[in-house]
């Protein structure tokens, strides 16, 4: 299907040439790992959801990309990016081209393009909620705002890399340094591929059930982004102790960043096996030029206490919703008792 609509001078379409979708994420300063074709369509798969790649044109130039998915229930369609159970740190749209223009036109065209999506999915669809969450970089949500959303600011943290290793690991707090560089022999740490995937997922699922906490992630759509998305993407750390798994961290990373995705579940060993962990996905990531390691997620405090000892800085995003009164409030119940 490729049905268009033109506000205001840009072309809103849901592409057929999809073969451009990837380039035109990493020419995009909002692009991430998450908008590459590969990922969305794992993502509707997982999800049971239509994937409409939607891309934005003024003229002949590509001006943004809204990958939108929509499900529908009982007669009742819902929009999504990301698609909902997936735990993915963000989604939403990405821009392009913008850098180049003076605020005042930069702005209009934004706004014009983010309209231009939102009436292409509620013509085709007509959606009775709608939720998008961005990433840090994506720092202007007035369109959405400006189209009724609720916007609500959201935090993650960054740890930067650039200064190198020795700086990095100075900067950390005292029992971050010391865990890091015990002299414990006891334990080793490598990246595996879909058994690693299984095995720090079933962990993560064991934790949450000892705390009654749902935890509805399946292992196979991680195993799935591994297989599609391009090597070294999904990165599965294992911390064997006394050769037997520990514990570990599903990392993912592109250019620009990687992310502290799933793992870090609590253990009962003398073994400091997540501090651990985290700095060798950071020495990684050091060693391959990426300048920012993602601790996905800064909104739990209970959590913040651990993250916060990697001197981190903290990077605001946003969850943006818009529905009618009743799919509001039935919202805040799944919220509430999910």
Request: charged share 30%; with cysteine.
């Amino acid at each position: 299907m490729s049905i268009t609509i033109e506000k205001n001078g840009i072309r809103v379409e849901r592409t057929n040439d999809v073969d451009r979708w990837n380039d035109l994420v990493e020419r995009s300063p909002q692009g991430a790992l998450f908008h590459r074709l590969e990922a969305l369509e794992v993502q509707a798969d997982h999800t049971g959801a239509t994937f409409h790649p939607l891309v934005g044109y003024k003229g002949q130039e590509p001006v943004g990309l809204f990958p939108a998915f929509t499900i529908s229930k009982g007669g009742v369609t819902t929009a999504f990016s990301p698609p909902p159970n997936l735990w993915l740190p963000h989604l939403g749209p990405v821009l392009l081209n913008m850098g180049k223009l003076k605020r005042r036109k930069a702005e209009r065209r934004h706004r014009r393009f983010i309209d231009g999506c939102l009436d292409w999915l509620d013509r085709e669809y007509a959606p009775k909620y709608v939720h998008v969450r961005t990433g840090g970089t994506y720092d202007d949500v007035r369109p959405f705002e400006w189209n009724e959303f609720e916007i609500q600011p959201r935090h993650t943290y960054e740890v930067d890399l650039t200064p190198g290793e020795e700086d990095v690991l100075s900067s950390f707090s005292g029992d971050a340094r010391s865990n890091i560089r015990t002299d414990d022999d006891r334990y080793e740490i490598h990246v595996g591929g879909p058994e690693a995937i299984r095995k720090i997922i079933g962990q993560v699922k064991a934790r949450h059930d000892e705390q009654d906490e749902p935890y509805r992630l399946s292992p196979q759509f991680v195993v799935d982004l591994y297989r599609f998305l391009p090597d070294g993407a999904v990165r599965p750390y294992v911390c064997d102790v006394d050769g037997e798994f520990a514990g570990g961290m599903i990392a993912l990373a592109d250019d620009e960043r990687v992310y502290r995705w799933q793992g870090g579940a609590k253990h009962d060993l003398d073994v400091p096996i997540n501090d651990l962990v985290d700095w060798a996905i950071m020495r990684d990531a050091m060693d391959e030029g990426i300048p920012r390691y993602d601790l996905v997620g800064a909104n739990e405090r209970r959590l913040c206490g651990y993250k916060a000892k990697f001197n981190p800085e903290l990077v605001r995003y946003h969850s943006l919703e818009r529905g009618t009164r009743m799919m509001n409030l039935l919202t805040d119940v799944y919220k509430r008792f999910r």
